[in-house]
């Protein structure tokens, strides 16, 4: 059974600083992997998703990603964190059908909070 | 903005009751799929449907069903409703080709069972 784990319930970070937050896998196969944020009261964004490829994945508003076949990790970053990104961020794996499309499973999130 | 609309933004109803959640999405996405989100269970995957048919099925409850119309739209149903079922209800919707696998939520229907 394909599963993520995201091992910190919540990460804080001054303004400025990096920021990691870690989300491991399980899957059968290839993974194809995807980080969302959740601002309050909202619906969910996608960031950035790694299917095949380099390791290391850009996304949206900075951020990026880097995947780890031998320690099955998926690690999303930003080399210098902002305020605004403070939120709450899931990681998730697409489930596997077979071939056809298949829904998302994620973690049970990390809240980031980016203090000034 | 995602492209994938919801309706209601809100519903707040009495047990035993039966809703209605709507969700339109993307322009050209043929899939929907339906996810629950609580502070307990977390974000869980409901239902999926593509281009009118079921294609597949998680921790959905009997008393929940759903559709997919032929304008793509599709509609959840919750009957016979506990206070359990209190949750945020999102829609998502995907193309689903391997270039764009990734899907689209829309701002989600928060349901308060009273």
């Known amino acids: 059974a394909q599963s993520v784990a995201q091992p910190e319930d919540q990460v804080n970070v001054a303004e400025g600083n990096p920021l990691t937050v870690k989300c491991t896998y399980s899957v059968s196969g290839n993974p194809y992997l995807f980080w969302y944020v959740q601002y309050p009261n909202r619906g969910l964004q996608f960031l950035l998703k790694?299917?095949?490829?380099?390791?290391l994945v850009k996304g949206s508003y900075g951020f990026e990603a880097e995947f780890n076949k031998s320690q099955t990790s998926f690690h999303l970053k930003k080399p210098s964190a902002l305020v605004s990104d403070s939120a709450l961020y899931f990681c998730a794996v697409r489930a596997y059908y077979g071939g056809s499309q298949g829904n998302l499973i994620f973690g049970k999130g990390t809240k980031l909070s980016v203090k000034p | 903005d995602s492209g994938v609309t919801q309706t209601p933004k809100h519903l707040i109803t009495a047990t035993g009751q039966r809703v209605t959640l709507r969700c339109s999405p993307r322009s050209g996405d043929l899939s929907v799929y339906w996810y629950q989100q609580s502070l307990d269970q977390g974000l869980q995957f409901l239902i999926q449907y593509y281009n009118g048919e079921e294609r597949a099925k998680g921790n959905i409850l009997e008393r929940f069903s759903a559709q997919q119309f032929p304008d793509l739209h599709s509609e959840l149903n919750l009957s016979s409703l506990e206070l359990g079922d209190s949750a945020l209800y999102f829609c998502a919707s995907s193309a689903g080709t391997p270039s764009s696998y990734e899907q689209y939520f829309g701002p989600g229907t928060r349901l308060t069972v009273t």
């Open positions: 790694y299917i095949t490829g380099d390791n």
